[in-house]
């Protein structure tokens, strides 16, 4: 019977120091490097330069102070909240205890986010686990640069992969599918791509859900926050970003690239818009007949990262999704011209180039030569090439089995000789 007793409290145990190994290592090395990740951070005093995170505790206590959030604006480096309302109700607790304090838990909860789409995405658990997120804090400049501004990128990803790919262990799934989906669009709009993918491999009821679940929290955060949430949409139709121009290098989105090749036009930001649309669709597409297939890990890293592309503005460290896409790169089965193409876009990813080499800011993106051009635009056309070609093989293949069937019936009703 003591045995009995005890074996839970020795699973417990277990479990802790699994969580420890696979938690600790990289939360101490991102502690460590997080003063030099921005500029302007200090180690000694431990004060790291997490701007974005600051934006989010300036724009709660301005609203719990009866204040416009969409007014406030930080020190020294003038950002703005950006966010849909009900971003900032969400962040309530940020208001109080010191900022040194939630500059540890926010780092903690996005290494935490990290291992969990590492864990989903098939890494072993245990100290590989740990080991390989110590080198992605190190090496995955999205991911690094996502812990150094305190952004929320890894925690939306990890919300979106833990709705779509099952857990290793079995559990029973207690929040409906389609909810965490739901609740990640809310937050920064780009996600609903997943509703229409989720409709697209077969499951409705949960595509439903996610419309459902985006809904009900933006309507929480219309609630308690209806005037601003009104000024968010009206603006947003509008083109009202409330950030840097599309124009800039860090920017890597589709429309990015249009504003760099071409002009800052009306007709330009439509036809951007436009591409960036069907490219998405497109990978939503891709992204289903690969989840059909079994390539589920592949499928969900290629819609991610066309959510980046599809976006007005996608910042370099806004494309987390890379983390996924590197470990299907590694263990999907997909054609090799994809895999080598897809492995040349998480190294350029991880790279940054467009920021470690370019001038940048002020309009400079207008005077590149034709190299610089190349080094700001390669990303997405990467990730353009990928999807497109993918695209393209869905359809040669459907016409060649088409071709075929009608072989086999052309044979079929041959009279015998």
């Not at 590989?128 to 400049?141: I, Q």
């Not at 389609?178 to 509703?195: E, M, N, R, S």
């Not at 040349?344 to 610089?372: D, H, I, K, M, N």
Request: glycine share 10%.
């Amino acid at each position: 019977m003591s045995s009995a007793v005890a074996a839970p409290g020795h699973r417990d145990r277990l479990r802790s120091g699994r969580l420890l190994v696979e938690l600790l290592p990289p939360l101490v090395v991102a502690l460590v490097i997080l003063p030099y990740v921005i500029s302007y951070g200090t180690f000694r005093p431990w004060a790291p330069s997490t701007i974005d995170l600051q934006v989010y505790v300036y724009a709660v206590h301005d609203m719990l102070a009866g204040l416009d959030i969409f007014q406030t604006k930080t020190p020294f480096w003038n950002l703005y909240f950006i966010y849909p309302p009900i971003a900032a109700v969400l962040m309530v607790p940020l208001a109080f205890g010191p900022y040194v304090m939630w500059q540890v838990i926010w780092t903690a909860v996005l290494v935490l986010a990290q291992q969990a789409v590492l864990q989903r995405c098939g890494i072993p658990r245990g100290w590989k686990l740990g080991l390989l997120g110590v080198a992605v804090v190190l090496a995955v400049e999205p991911i690094r640069t996502t812990l150094g501004y305190g952004q929320v990128n890894t925690m939306l990803m990890a919300l979106v992969v833990l709705d779509l790919l099952p857990s290793r262990t079995g559990r029973r799934r207690r929040v409906p599918q389609g909810v965490w989906i739901g609740l990640a669009a809310a937050i920064k709009l780009t996600p609903l791509l997943f509703v229409v993918f989720l409709f697209l491999t077969g499951r409705r009821r949960a595509a439903l859900t996610g419309a459902v679940s985006f809904a009900v929290f933006t309507g929480i955060g219309a609630i308690f926050l209806p005037h601003q949430t009104l000024s968010f949409f009206t603006g947003l139709s509008g083109g009202d970003t409330r950030t840097a121009s599309p124009l800039y290098s860090g920017n890597q989105s589709l429309l990015g690239v249009f504003f760099r090749l071409g002009d800052s036009s009306r007709t330009t930001t439509l036809l951007g818009l436009g591409v960036a649309g069907i490219v998405a669709l497109l990978g939503a597409v891709v992204g289903a007949h690969w989840w059909g297939r079994g390539q589920r890990v592949f499928a969900v890293a290629l819609v991610g990262l066309c959510t980046c592309l599809a976006s007005p503005l996608s910042w370099t460290h806004h494309y987390v999704w890379i983390l996924p896409m590197a470990v299907a790169v590694v263990t999907a089965r997909i054609p090799r011209w994809s895999r080598l193409l897809a492995g040349a876009w998480v190294l350029w990813v991880c790279a940054c180039l467009p920021l470690a080499v370019l001038p940048y800011g002020g309009g400079r993106e207008r005077s590149f030569t034709a190299l610089q051009q190349l080094v700001a635009n390669l990303g997405p056309a990467l990730g353009v090439v990928l999807v497109v070609g993918l695209a393209l093989g869905l359809v040669t293949g459907a016409r060649g089995q088409h071709a075929l069937r009608r072989t086999d019936a052309s044979r079929a009703a041959a009279p015998a000789a």
